[in-house]
């Protein structure tokens, strides 16, 4: 657990640390002491399930983020774009496996016959 201290001697940040960065469960702090945001970082950033409040410590919202910023769940079009590649790719594929079993089966089966 490491502790993250301004100038001034508030604390900023409680939580789990990967090369030297935020990773992992914690708390973050603002003015006052008060807890504005609790957890999931990754590489430095808000990334998971976490809830933030607002200065006066009142919860004011609840759910996922990613890259540091509030994610409402959806992929954004060049994300869209990506996983249709991958999934045309992976089609492709499959049908291109399909057709070769189908080829061997055919092969086999013409070689019982002509014995």
């Known amino acids: 657990m490491v502790r993250e201290y301004s100038n001034k001697g508030d604390l900023l940040f409680r939580g789990e640390y990967l090369n030297g960065k935020r ?67 992976y089609n492709h594929r499959l049908l291109n496996d399909k057709r070769e079993v189908a080829q061997l089966f055919k092969n086999k089966k013409n070689s019982k016959n002509s014995k």
């Open 23 to 89: 990773n992992g469960e914690g708390i973050e702090y603002g003015g006052l002491g008060k807890k504005i945001f609790e957890g999931e970082y990754k590489n430095g950033e808000r990334n998971g399930i976490g809830k933030e409040y607002n200065l006066m410590g009142k919860l004011v919202y609840i759910g996922e983020y990613l890259d540091g910023k509030r994610w409402d769940g959806k992929v954004k079009e060049k994300e869209k774009e990506k996983v249709k590649v991958k999934e045309n790719q």
